[in-house]
């Protein structure tokens, strides 16, 4: 098992379990299963040791049948200013201080929340993060400056989760563009809202608006929630817009996804499978968790999606590529504005309604 990163996934029972990770030059992942339950880990950076996505998380407790999963995407624009060194002389940005100290946050609040089995809850995780980035802050005030600048800036996705009775009860909580995700056998469906001016997953790809809210140091930051349930076998996953930001259209990255596990043999597979896809096309760090619930094996999960697969190929893949193949850029245009007004009713169905003034 390759160490040197934080192990993303966590079982605080201490359960006899195998959590193996491999890594590699900007690339890493890490995996773990149980009965019924299949979890996974991938990260990658543009930079080499400069990646602003900290590792993901995965905490799962065992003999509560409860855990979270959740990415950090420090904010490059805003946080790019110097945070200071590393014992071994690396310089660090903001962003990348801001991800990692939004995450040991984020940890230290599931396990205090769980371990006093109380409810988990939007302003508690807020408190903390407070908290942490503020005296993570603290050795650096005037590193950063200008309106434009935060302190240490990231985005945070999370996915608190319950099993019981044949379903999945989940949490979500966000700040930024970072998203969560339930993936069943009629597709993907998003379950954060983006924090910007628009709720349009074509239009957020297209324009790339500003955040409107934002996880930071020096500024007041809003931690959304919403909740909601599905009967297993399913999948959730949290991932960072490296995954879902540099695709031609929305269902791009569900087709990256379902095309990834249709050629893995196991987990270690699909997270390999993973990595080389989203490198091939993505120009940003990236990073995804991600947790199955209720099949029997890997040859069960992957079997489960086959059918969606073909579908999400026939009906979106291959038009828009055909469309892109061609010289008509008004005609891509409209057949990528078509595809996603075929693809958005399913894939908007459990997405939380923006909220007027948000």
């Not at 802050?137 to 400056?145: C, Y």
């Not at 909580?173 to 970072?178: C, H, K, L, R």
């Not at 086959?306 to 999400?312: E, K, M, T």
């Amino acid at each position: 098992m390759a160490r040197g990163r934080n192990d993303p996934i966590r079982t605080p029972e201490g359960a006899n379990v195998e959590i193996v990770a491999v890594e590699s030059s900007g690339t890493a992942s890490w995996r773990w299963q149980a009965r019924g339950l299949q979890a996974l880990g991938v990260w990658t950076e543009r930079k080499a040791e400069a990646g602003e996505d900290a590792e993901p998380l995965l905490i799962h407790r065992k003999h509560l049948a409860e855990g979270l999963i959740a990415v950090f995407d420090g904010a490059g624009g805003a946080g790019s200013g110097s945070a200071g060194l590393t014992p071994d002389g690396r310089e660090r940005t903001g962003a990348w201080v801001g991800s990692r100290t939004a995450r040991a946050a984020t940890e230290e609040w599931y396990v205090r929340v769980a371990d006093d089995n109380a409810a988990p809850d939007a302003l508690g995780l807020k408190g903390l993060l407070d908290l942490r980035l503020g005296q993570m802050a603290i050795g650096n005030p005037g590193k950063l400056g200008g309106s434009m600048r935060r302190t240490l800036p990231t985005t945070l996705a999370s996915l608190r989760y319950e099993v019981g009775d044949g379903a999945v009860r989940w949490q979500v909580f966000w700040a930024g563009d970072s998203r969560c995700y339930l993936l069943e056998e009629s597709g993907l469906q998003q379950l954060s809202l983006d924090d910007a001016d628009s709720a349009d997953a074509l239009t957020l790809l297209v324009e790339d608006p500003p955040m409107t809210n934002l996880v930071s140091a020096d500024r007041q930051f809003v931690i959304n929630s919403a909740h909601g349930d599905a009967p297993a076998p399913c999948v959730l996953l949290c991932a960072t817009d490296g995954f879902f930001g540099y695709v031609r259209g929305p269902a791009d990255f569900e087709y990256f996804l379902l095309r990834s596990l249709s050629t893995a043999v196991d987990l270690d597979h699909w997270a390999a499978n993973l990595i080389e896809t989203v490198c091939s096309y993505t120009g940003d760090d990236a990073s995804l968790s991600l947790v199955a619930f209720g099949f029997r094996d890997f040859e069960d999960l992957r079997g489960r999606y086959a059918a969606r697969l073909g579908q999400v190929r026939a009906e979106f893949w291959e038009p828009l590529r055909a469309a892109e193949s061609g010289t008509d850029r008004e005609g891509f245009v409209a057949a990528r504005k078509g595809s996603w007004e075929r693809y958005r009713s399913g894939y908007e169905r459990r997405m939380p309604v923006k909220e007027e003034g948000r």
